[in-house]
């Protein structure tokens, strides 16, 4: 039995922000073992990265614009050109829509909207300017269709993920660059602790048909996929990771 190539992100210089905790770590770490050479960008170090050779560490802020340049940069210099980006950085907050107040959402927006689209639009800007096609994968979330109570700030700035997504997987085709989308369900991380810590877990658990909550592991096979020359005519589209869970209405 052999493994279609196709499949493979071995040689592949592979960017993921937000790469030191939760979910953009499990991607640093799986396309790292799959053989990618991968740039995890992020506000903060990443010990569990740095002991292989493999993983390059940037120190950087999706928000400033000199650092999304400065890191690409070292990326370049380090690894060679970067022809995949994970747009994984992202915040959140709990706040009913009531008492959400200006710097909340300007916050939520300048790094989950503005960070993504602007990392993004440097990375093509990089691949068109070589003529080298490329794969963009942003973090959208099942909130973007069915958000909880006090998750408006975010679940806007995911559903705006989702139609920036399509947006750019439009205007970048004709470069041979794919954007697509994840979007996890209900997944223990750094971001999610305040909900759950609480009795929100068991809920969402019960309430999930395959009840359980999502893995790390659980993301894998798309993060390969859309990495890969397998998704090579798949673009403008949101795969949803979530145990089935948005089924529930």
């Known amino acids: 039995m052999t493994i279609d190539s196709s499949i493979s992100v071995a ?4 960017a993921v922000t ?8 499990r991607m640093v770490q799986v396309l790292a073992a799959h053989g990618a050479n991968v740039v995890s960008i992020s506000r903060t170090p990443a010990p569990d990265n740095e002991h292989r050779s493999n993983i390059h560490n940037i120190i950087a802020d999706v928000t400033v614009a000199g650092d999304i340049e400065r890191a690409f ?11 995949v980006v994970f747009n994984n950085a992202g915040v959140a907050t709990i706040e009913r829509a009531l008492t959400t107040t200006r710097e909340q959402l300007r916050h939520i927006f300048e790094v989950n909207v503005e960070g993504a689209f602007f990392v993004a639009q440097e990375a093509a800007k990089r691949m068109i300017a070589k003529d080298v096609g490329g794969s963009i994968i942003n973090l959208s979330s099942i909130l973007a269709d069915a958000p909880l109570r006090g998750s ?31 979007a996890p369900g209900w997944f223990p991380t750094r971001l999610n602790e305040a ?9 969402l658990k019960g309430k999930n048909p395959m009840r359980r909550l999502g893995e790390p592991e659980d993301i894998d096979g798309a993060i390969l996929m859309l990495a890969s020359d397998a998704s090579s005519y798949i673009t403008g589209t949101v795969i949803t990771i979530d145990g089935g869970h948005s089924l529930q209405g």
């Open 18 to 25: 937000g790469g030191s905790s939760g979910l953009g770590l």
């Open 73 to 83: 940069d070292e990326a370049e210099q380090h690894l060679g050109a970067v022809t």
């Open 152 to 182: 408006g700030a975010y679940a806007m700035s995911k559903a705006a993920v989702a139609q920036m997504t399509k947006s750019l997987a439009l205007e970048w085709a004709p470069h041979g660059i794919r954007v697509n989308a994840i």
């Open 195 to 203: 909900i759950m810590d609480g009795p929100a877990k068991g809920y």
């Open 11 to 14: 040689g592949k210089t592979i």
